[in-house]
């Protein structure tokens, strides 16, 4: 299929790109490197190498004989976005292209405002642009589980039935985000929906938990071709972080009890959620959500996990508490439905200790490049945190 | 009080101003003229004399010997914001700075473009400059009943407890909203409600119903000082629109079934309301939310009013329906709760005749003025019309 990659330099963006490919897509990946540049900006880089996107397409294509079509822009620009749909004509738009740091957005006032100006106007423009251009066109949204937070009711795929005063209706699951970031998030939502519904766009919002993962079918050809793998506090998802500290000597940082639990799933699950999402596309006036995960985890049970496969490579993994930074609960309910892309056909990889061993191995590969004051929480969820930027 | 007043030139801004203003309250009204600029650009004109609004302050100051002290600038302007909270101190700031039309939120990707960005950037930089310059200010902000959309159970004021599989836990009120416009408040209330959890915000959000009425104790003062009463399809709400349609002559236009039910207020009670909420402020890191609106009438009890109280003063007043031109139910539930208002102290000033009667009077005294061409819908909610522009 012609699938058109927003932000095609990203930890996931990238994966998928190569992915789909090697699988026979026709793929144009977008994006203005703006990951790159607020890493730079906050001091922290990625483990492993990363030459600039149009480099990596070539390094790929020179081991896999396959294109990655490569286009830079800024897609907050609604002209560029327009020429974009018009031009490639793609069948499906595969939308990253968001500031997807919770840390990030909360850090001060002007990482605020680029968060909610940034996403919500890439989101605008792609819908505007689908609408004039390319009606036909099936967006994939990337949203996350974390739009729902942690509800002391069951989480459902994004949708439920109330019952209320003898009378019932069906919404939206209702959403109440945990940063800034998440909340831009359920923005795009309502965003999306009131566009589905007005002029019958089709889409697939896809309600992520958070990702870990080095290792795909594609990157594994050339290190040059890694995932953008952060282990920092700001843009590092936990799985990778604690792997990371691990392989570095670096005790676990579990913030506050450890009972934080979310759904987790391999790089590799995102790019086969996409895929199955981009061959079964929507109805024109749809919008689909689907919860993207596939197994859950407390921060207390990734330690566990990463400790244990540690011990195997004979590292010694400290655990240590710290305080909190952030707002959140952190011993909750958590029972959230995820039947949807299962359905659709897909086979999850697991977090099993082999998996965890394979990631640490690759790590401790890169073990001299791991900066390890990258690890401590730098954002706290306070005023005067966020006043002092 | 110390009172920002942001919107300060638009329909209610302007009214607002004034009586706070003959109340004793300090009032700052602020504005960048933006609906006036809307209405030249789409060639609409409110029906009454609108000096700028310096010159309106001056004529206000002449009457009443009352200060609305104004500033001119454009809060998308974060630097501009600041300021305004930093020199003035207020103790709340009421927000009504958003492009409020639905119907041009839809006509077409440049009115959608300013209108989200418009909305949400204003409302970001209010937030973000109370947090830094007045942590202790009250944001009033106008939300609309449109936000929960006409679901079909009882709409609550704000949240509604929710049982699932035996769990329950409470939340806001699902909203689904049927324009653009309506849409970007949705997503406003969203943020504020991120921003009171995090930092600890006090924010009320009024859900506003549509809004009728010209006359207020302070706009009596000089027809100069009328509220910016627009009857157009597009700035005009459906009250205002019926009595001009009357007072000229012309059919008024029903869309579609006219069952499409909505909860009215008159200018006077927004007014109160905002006042009410503005002396009963909420604590820090509480998000109040108010159905402001004091009576229900579906679009066909609106015509049957205006129609009566045409007839009273001598005017042949005919009923005309149309088709709709919005993507609307036009027969649902609805029973909106609408206490909370009442409980602050609210006296509501209804729809009676003598008020349809005594507002067909004002507009007979402007007959020649009425531009007729200008009640016909030019706006549909479908993706012809919106690419057309």
Redesign the interface.
Known sequence: MRALILGGDGYLGWATAMAFAARGHDVLAVDNALRRRLCEEIGVRPLFPMPPLTKRADIFFAHSGKRVAVCEGDLRD?AFVDALFRDFEPEAAIHYAEQPSAPYS?MG?KE??LT??NN??VT?NVI?SV??RA?RCHIIKLGTMGEYGT????IEEGW?E????G???S??F????G??YH?TK??DT??L??YV????LRVTDLMQGPVYGISTDESDLDERLSPCFNYDDVFGTVVNRFLTQAAAGEPLTVYGKGGQTRGYLNIRDTINCVELAMQNPVAPGELRILNQFTETFSVNDLARIVRKAGRAMGLSVKVESIENPR?ELEEH?YNPAHSGLLELGLKPHFLTQSVAEGMLEKILGRREAIDRSAFKPRVK???ET??KR
Chains 1, 2 share one sequence.
């Open positions: 609604a909360v006032p605020a405002r909610l100006d919500l106007g605008h505007l609408l004039a009606p509800p002391n009711i069951d439920i109330i019952e209320h005063k009378r019932k209706d919404f939206l209702p959403r109440q985000a940063s800034l909340t359920v923005m309502d965003l929906w009131f519904r007005a002029y019958s707002r309910h969820w306070s005023r966020f006043l």
